[in-house]
């Protein structure tokens, strides 16, 4: 049923659809309509339009209500919008219900992140564990995308395939799921025999949330040609590169970025790709500290952190994008004096917040990057310290 095709065509026009309720303000329904246009420009959309529909809960059929799913429908109709994407998760019969009404392929976010990953997957570790989400996303939905599946052939209106090929299908993809997992799980105890091999060096990886520059703080820092761009999930699979500072080497590896409303199968999946995260010495946490809601994304990865048990170990947060920040936040007109005065309280700030383990740096301008080095050397060598004492060619 799945074969790893994109949902996302080229140049797509697609309008975005988000609720405020009484859990989701709307200040925060206008940041992750913000992002969804992100994700969806990552997966090759263009988004023509948002949609914000006000109620005390999503409406259980329809998820805006009969009332708005008809005025976006006026409005892909007259525009020739082929998508339509929901920022929070549907269920099967939402997904049919909406379908009918726009008469134009329905995905949610979760859907989109699932194809913007099944992209990016590129080795076999990855595309296992996409395949792997994907028929978890789709299982307790068959009956909705059937009805999907059957508007996107033009049987708009037509008779559903019946409660024999439903279940047919159901057991097909519980089979692979248990096929996908049993492939994992060698993938898995090779990963974790590679990473017993890497013996007695200290082992350091990069945390955040997707795209503050990890993966360029990893090319600056191991001087190698890791992969970088400006979309969401540019990293899938893990690096790791061994890097020697003043003779003293450790492991450094870039991650998967971490996202909100990260759909929990993908969790799941990539859970040998957290292990890496789960059993490093130190976590570098990048903050891209020019984004507007760059303490949330903080309390995102804070909290996937912890939900990975991986909350406890020593952190060194790395603000990066200081370039970009004095440039959105510093008007040309303001005095030099006050500037640094005030680059000097937010520092103070997070110094406090963060027990004095962080650095502020812009890695695109190579500034602090010294600075960001010997704060690294300094930690790997206090962790040699603990945990070889009665060595010393490491420190």
């Known amino acids: 049923m799945i074969e790893n095709k994109n949902i996302i065509g080229a140049e797509e026009k697609a309008v975005l659809v988000g609720v405020v309720h009484k859990q989701q303000t709307e200040t925060q329904t206008n940041e992750y309509l913000a992002e969804l246009a992100f994700l969806a420009e990552t997966a090759g959309a263009t988004t023509v339009k948002t949609f914000i529909q006000k109620m005390d809960r999503p409406d259980s059929k329809t998820f805006v209500g009969k009332g708005k799913l008809e005025e976006i429908r006026d409005y892909v109709r007259a525009k020739g919008v082929q998508l339509a994407i929901f920022d929070d998760e549907l269920t099967g019969s ?16 979760s859907d989109l992140i699932l194809d913007i990953f099944a992209r990016r997957a590129k080795t076999a570790q990855a595309k ?7 028929y978890q996303y789709i299982l307790p939905r068959l009956r909705g995308m059937w009805k999907h599946l059957e508007r996107q052939g033009g049987g708009i209106g037509s008779r559903g395939p019946g409660e024999t090929e439903i279940e047919t299908d159901r057991r097909i993809v ?4 248990a096929l996908l997992r049993r492939r994992l799980a060698e993938i898995d105890k090779q990963a974790a025999t590679q990473r017993k091999e890497r013996g007695e060096y200290i082992r350091v990886a990069l945390v955040g949330y997707t795209n ?4 360029t703080i990893m090319r600056i820092l191991s001087k190698s040609d890791v992969f970088a761009e400006n979309k969401l999930f540019a990293t899938l699979d893990t690096t790791t590169r061994k890097i020697v500072y003043e003779q003293t080497p450790f492991l450094l590896s870039d991650t998967v970025g971490f996202i909100r409303k990260l759909p929990h199968h993908l969790v799941e999946s990539f859970k040998s790709t957290l292990d890496e995260v789960r059993e490093a010495d130190c976590l570098l946490h990048v903050v891209d500290i020019s984004h507007p809601a760059y303490e949330d994304q903080m309390g995102v990865v ?6 990975i048990g991986a909350f406890d170990k020593p952190i060194l947060t790395v603000f990066n994008k200081m370039d970009l920040y004095e440039k959105h936040v510093f008007d040309e007109w303001l005095d030099e004096e006050v500037k640094q005065d005030l680059l000097r309280q937010l520092k103070q700030k997070w110094q406090h917040e963060t027990n004095n383990n962080c650095v502020f740096i812009s890695a695109t301008e190579m500034r602090n990057i010294d600075e960001l080095r010997q704060t690294i050397l300094d930690k790997v060598k206090g962790l040699y310290q603990v945990r070889y004492p009665y060595l010393t060619k490491f420190y």
Not at 96 to 108: H, P, S
Not at 128 to 134: F, I
Not at 212 to 215: I, L
């Open 212 to 215: 503050v520059g990890k993966s």
């Open 128 to 134: 296992v564990q996409v395949e792997l989400a994907q």
């Open 94 to 109: 939402q997904i049919g219900n909406i379908a009918d009404v726009l008469g134009i392929k329905t995905i949610d976010r």
């Open 302 to 307: 804070n909290k996937t952190l912890q939900e």
């Open 174 to 177: 519980k089979d692979k799921i």
